[in-house]
């Protein structure tokens, strides 16, 4: 059996009501898809829940009977934000897409010195909308049930004057400690914050798998990439002020696309959040 079209839909969702699809799911189900009446179909609003639905029409107009809401558990047991120095040319709509499928809560596009591509006014806006777009259908595509926030584009600066105190990490070649290693010390030094399931404790079902995902669950992580030419002085003297460490990511050179999307990868990894 198929797995049912997933549709995201911002508007209250509750099971036993009649919903009409927004425009954008509306034309997604009934043009690209060619769904036809009495279709399921998958909703979610971003409230950490999805729906399950059958595809109705009425008078031309799409709508959707939900029956059921399910809580499922797609998303890590901790937070990573991706601080992502702003790339040239269509960079920034792959690091979103692939950011948003691994896992990322929160992307904060930034404006450095050294970024190529220069944002402002119309353009800038018309631009957030479309990152903001493609959060969305990567979280359709994915499975997940949260929508990650793409927060408007900022400077460093800016950045690191409203920024949570969070652990934050740039990947730097002259950073003194590895991103694993790093993470390693953090998780030996982080408690565990909730309860063992019922059964994690038996002789048969210990495991590590099972205690990881039950530690770390509190960690909130920020992680900042450079543009194509890398963060300025000045920049590199915000981040070490504001208590960022530095540190390093193996010993090849990473193109921007692709360092934080590595990075995050390894962070899930390490924490033992898969």
């Not at 029956?67 to 702003?86: A, D, K, M, S, Y």
């Not at 030094?189 to 309860?195: E, G, K, L, R, V």
Request: proline share 5%.
């Amino acid at each position: 059996m198929s797995t049912p079209p997933r549709f995201y839909c911002p508007i209250p969702l509750s099971a036993d009501t009649r919903v009409a699809l927004p425009e954008a799911a509306a034309h997604h189900a009934s043009r690209a898809l060619r769904l036809r009446e009495g279709d399921s179909i998958v909703l979610f609003n971003g409230d950490g829940a999805q729906y399950l639905a059958q595809l109705r029409f009425d008078q031309g107009k799409a709508m959707a009977d939900v029956t059921e809401q399910q809580h499922t558990h797609t998303e890590l047991p901790g937070r990573i934000g991706l601080v992502q120095g702003l790339p040239s040319g269509d960079k920034m709509d792959w690091i979103i897409e692939k950011a948003a499928e691994l896992g990322v809560t929160e992307i904060f596009p930034i404006r450095a010195e050294r970024s190529i591509v220069q944002l402002t006014g119309n353009r800038l806006e018309k631009r957030q909308i479309h990152w903001q777009r493609i959060a969305e259908s990567a979280s359709e595509q994915s499975g997940r049930n949260c929508i990650v926030r793409v927060h408007p584009l900022q400077t460093l600066s800016a950045y690191l004057q409203q920024a949570a105190q969070v652990h934050a990490y740039m990947c730097h070649p002259e950073g003194g400690c590895s991103l694993v290693q790093v993470l390693t010390q953090l998780s030996r030094s982080t408690p565990i914050s909730h309860s063992l399931p019922a059964d994690a404790t038996s002789q048969n079902t210990t495991s590590k798998d099972a205690i990881s995902k039950t530690i770390k669950s509190d960690i909130v992580l920020r992680l900042l990439i450079g543009p194509e030419g890398g963060w300025s002085p000045q920049e590199l003297q915000q981040t070490t002020a504001a208590g960022i460490e530095k540190v390093t990511f193996g010993e090849r050179i990473l193109r921007t696309e692709t360092a934080g999307l590595a990075m995050t990868a390894a962070t899930i990894a390490t924490l033992g959040w898969v």
